[in-house]
């Protein structure tokens, strides 16, 4: 199980519970369908047990009976599924030209993904805020309005994110110090849920690791694409947060002392090589003539349809980003030696033209070639606010109740 946060130790027999609890739910949801008696046999807990935590768990509607019956000698057995229909995480993601809610209940499925074309980096943190909260509110709405409780709220930022949920730095947003989950709590009024902040990457790879293409995989890193690329990492199934929770910050790692600025004021960061501003910059020399981009999607389509047709300024162009790419895929492969590593946003986009040259340079600059897998992530852009969705619900998934 991937935990988000250092999970409680049990210290009394409350906490004993919630903790079976968690195990039944595990166990449910990756071995689902399945009876009591294969939850008891498969986690070492006595059938009094389970048929107690079962019973309360269906009873709060997190588990539910199929009527399904095992074809097997002896007595047939009612098999459960998760249900947790009932219950929603949101997850929210701040990118460079659009915010992303998501939400999606305790058995995986995604109820809605909205999008709402808006340019965080151009405008004050709070505005982005406001943003942020009407855009929760309408998600909370539906999800209400449907019979469903929010049981917690999930933002991804492209930048630093403290232990205390705040945003000491984000160079590609332009914010410094920025209270995040403190200012969207009031914001929303102090709603009666949990309001979280962490790095897009993080919330990212913690999608990939439950619904991506490389689900389960223990040692995963997620590279996100937009304007400030970034690692989410799971090593040894544990998300790896360093002693601040900054860890994963490849796009500041320098390739080139004398290479392009970057958003950070340094030069030559892998960011300022392969963020989706620097490859639009990089492989449409027009793109700026009428004023900065604030809209990513159109010039990433003119790239695709122009790689598409062998364009060979755009294909070098594309390829030149790739080696750059696989230079800073091999940074994380010689240092953490995951086993694949899954590049997102703009990055899977352009992937059938930046993999090809990324994969070359990985396998020149790592010392185990070969061993790393480097591919595009098939979640789409809203990977980090699924991933979000996806940590709002950790703490039911943990084993304790929602309020009734
Ligand atoms: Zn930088």
Redesign the pocket.
């Known amino acids: 199980m991937i935990s988000i946060h250092t999970p409680p130790q049990p210290t009394d027999l409350g906490d004993v519970r919630t903790a079976n609890r968690a195990v039944v739910l595990r166990h449910v949801r990756l071995h689902a369908p399945c009876s009591r008696a294969d939850i008891a046999a498969h986690t070492g807990l006595n059938k009094a047990t389970v048929s107690s935590l079962v019973t309360e768990l269906i009873d709060r509607r997190l588990l539910r009976e199929t009527g399904l019956t095992e074809n097997r000698i002896g007595r047939p057995a009612t098999m459960l599924v998760l249900d947790g229909e009932p219950y929603v995480g949101l997850g929210l993601q701040v990118g460079a030209d659009e915010l992303v809610v998501v939400a999606a209940d305790l058995g995986g499925n995604r109820l809605l993904t909205w999008r709402r074309a808006f340019t965080a980096p151009a405008v004050a943190p709070q505005e982005t805020v406001r943003a942020l909260a009407a855009l929760a509110r309408r998600a909370i709405t539906r999800a209400t309005g449907q019979g469903r409780s929010v049981l917690g709220l999930t933002v991804g930022v492209p930048g630093l994110v403290g232990t205390d949920d705040e945003v000491p730095l984000a ?1 590609a947003l332009g914010w410094r110090d920025v209270p995040l989950a403190a200012e969207l709590r009031r914001a929303l009024r102090e709603p009666g849920f949990t309001v979280g902040v962490d790095t897009d990457a993080n919330l990212a790879v913690l999608a990939e690791q439950r619904h991506g293409a490389y689900a389960g995989t223990a040692d995963l890193v997620h590279l996100s694409g937009g304007i400030a690329p970034g690692a989410g990492v799971i090593s040894g199934g544990r998300l790896l947060r360093g002693g601040h929770g900054f860890a994963g910050e490849i ?2 790692v320098p390739l080139d002392p004398v290479g392009p600025a ?5 030069r030559g ?1 892998l ?2 090589f392969i963020g989706v501003d620097a490859v639009v910059r990089a492989v449409l020399p027009d793109a700026g003539q009428d004023g900065p981009v604030v809209d990513y999607l159109p010039e990433l389509d003119r790239i695709q349809a122009l790689a598409g047709s062998g364009d060979d300024a755009v294909l070098t162009g594309l390829a030149e980003i790739g080696r750059r790419l696989g230079h800073g895929v091999s940074i994380l492969a010689n240092l953490i030696d995951p086993q694949v590593v899954v590049v997102g946003g703009h990055l899977a986009a352009l992937a059938p033209w930046l993999l090809p040259a990324a994969r070359g340079e990985l396998a020149a600059r790592t010392l185990a070639a070969g061993e790393c897998r480097l591919e595009a992530s098939t979640l789409g852009t809203a990977a980090t606010a699924l991933g979000g969705a996806t940590a709002a619900l950790a703490t039911v998934e943990a084993g304790r109740l929602p309020a009734a």
Not at 262 to 266: E, P, T, V
């Open positions: 160079p796009g500041h970057c958003a950070c004021g340094r960061c960011a300022a």
